[in-house]
């Protein structure tokens, strides 16, 4: 099950619209802009907005989750609203 997290920390439980990979209009959708993909551990990917420091709030349950699993340094953060999920359902 993959989720988004929300920069107000709100998560909502989501799946893919075609049952098995989100596409990239899903994606972009999400994180309202263009994607990047941060590889988080454990066979999961954060999907973040590419310029989201630039256009989008700081994301605190994000940027959390991404250091707990030392996908970002330690002075970084993230912003936006992001999706976490399964490699797998991204194609």
Known sequence: ????????????EVEPKNGTDFQLEELQ???EGYIQVIHIGDGEVMIVNEDGKFQCEWN???TTLAKMRRAI????YISGNV?????????
């Open 73 to 76: 340094y330690p002075n970084d």
């Open 29 to 31: 959708a999400v994180v």
């Open 60 to 62: 605190g349950k994000a």
């Open 1 to 12: 099950m993959a989720q988004i997290i929300k920069t107000d920390g709100t998560t909502i």
């Open 83 to 91: 999706l976490v999920c399964n490699v797998k359902q991204i194609k």
